[in-house]
């Protein structure tokens, strides 16, 4: 059983950035894909980026490509989202995710990752 614990978020104005990172119990097997999701109030759970086990790999939702970096260090157990240009509307729980079954880029979806931390939350003001 892999834990994941996030930490980093905070409140920002707009355009600020911030860092997150995702610690995880255990280090992850080289089938462990890495990703982060997010959840406005009101709203569904949303992709935000994932990254393959050995962080060559990379994808982005449409909305923070440019501006949101995902990345990770495996001597640490670590994955790691610099936030950048932050905008309102990146106000969400930011929640970090594992995939058991792959290791390269996992799709998009929430129901393909088997582990979840219990977030940490972004508020973006103006």
């Known amino acids: 059983q892999v834990q994941l614990v996030e930490s980093g978020g905070g409140s920002v104005q707009a355009g600020g950035s911030l860092r997150l990172s995702c610690a995880a119990s255990?280090?992850?097997?080289?089938?462990?894909?890495m990703a982060w999701f997010r959840q406005a109030p009101g709203k569904e759970r949303v992709f935000v980026a994932a990254i393959s086990w050995s962080g060559v790999s990379t994808r982005y939702a449409d909305s923070v490509k440019g501006r949101f970096t995902i990345s990770k260090d495996n001597a640490k157990n670590t994955v790691y989202l610099q936030m950048n240009s932050l905008k309102v509307e990146d106000t969400a729980v930011y929640y970090c995710a594992a995939d058991r079954s792959r290791s390269l880029v996992a799709p998009p979806i929430s129901n393909e990752y088997d582990y979840w931390g219990q977030g940490t939350q972004v508020t973006v003001s103006s």
């Open positions: 255990v280090p992850t097997s080289p089938n462990y894909a």
